[in-house]
Each structure stands twice: as structure tokens, then as C-alpha cells.
Nanobody, 127 residues
Framework: QVQLVESGGGSVQAGGSLRLSCAAS????????MAWFRQAPGKEREGVAA????????YYADSVKGRFTISQDNAKNTLYLQMNSLKPEDTASYYC????????????????????WGQGTQVTVSS
């Protein structure tokens, strides 16, 4: 059974940093597509960052490029999101998502392409 458990959220002032973690279990971690999504109240869920298996690269939403870094530790089955220079508009619940590639491709920021989700962790950035 696939399980994803996020941690690391909290409240920070604008300009601060947080590192989110997503501990994965129940599947061969290194072979899966992984991503971070976020959802603010009243807004749709949006993709923030994605990382593809086998050195397939990392991808970022324009709104977080240069500020957020997605990474993973395959030995620990853990996905990370380092968030620097946080802004009030980054306030949201953050979710990690995972799924196996389909037809050798990952879903990127298409949330429908991920079957497995964590419970979310809240990030609040004050001005």
C-alpha cells in the first residue's frame, strides 16, 4: 500500500525558508514520478515542482523558479521541497504526489496523473 506523509510545514515571515519532506513507502520509490502541489483557500490545486525518475529532470512552476528546489533521497525514500524567499502568496496547503510513469512519461503538473497523495502540510507566510 502506497503511503505518502508530508512534514515540515509551518508559519514564517516573508523572506524566510522552510523545507518540506514527504516520506514514501509501499512502492519502489526510485521508479516513480514525484511532485509537489499546493492549494490555497478558494483556489485550484496547482503544481509547484516535479522530479522524474532515472535522472529525468526537475521542473518548476514559473511562480517558484529560483526560489524552490525539489530533491529526493532514494536511500531514504524521501522527497523534499526547499522553499526560500517565501512570499505571502506561497501560503497554501502543500501536497506531495506520486505515481508510476504511464507510457514512459510522467504527468508533470497534471494532478489527474497522480494516484497517490499525502495528507498535506500547511505553509503560512506572513508579510
Amino acid at each position: 500500500q502506497v503511503q505518502l506523509v508530508e512534514s515540515g510545514g509551518g508559519s514564517v515571515q516573508a523572506g524566510g525558508s522552510l523545507r518540506l519532506s514527504c516520506a514514501a513507502s509501499g512502492y519502489t520509490y526510485s521508479s516513480y514520478c514525484m511532485a509537489w502541489f499546493r492549494q490555497a483557500p478558494g483556489k485550484e490545486r496547482e503544481g509547484v515542482a516535479a522530479i522524474y525518475p532515472g535522472g529525468g529532470g526537475t521542473y518548476y512552476a514559473d511562480s517558484v523558479k529560483g526560489r524552490f528546489t525539489i530533491s529526493q533521497d532514494n536511500a531514504k525514500n524521501t522527497l523534499y521541497l526547499q522553499m526560500n524567499s517565501l512570499k505571502p502568496e506561497d501560503t497554501a496547503s502543500y501536497y506531495c504526489a506520486a505515481d508510476s510513469p504511464r507510457n514512459w512519461a510522467c504527468a508533470g503538473f497534471n494532478s489527474d496523473g497522480y494516484n497517490y497523495w499525502g495528507q498535506g502540510t500547511q505553509v503560512t507566510v506572513s508579510s
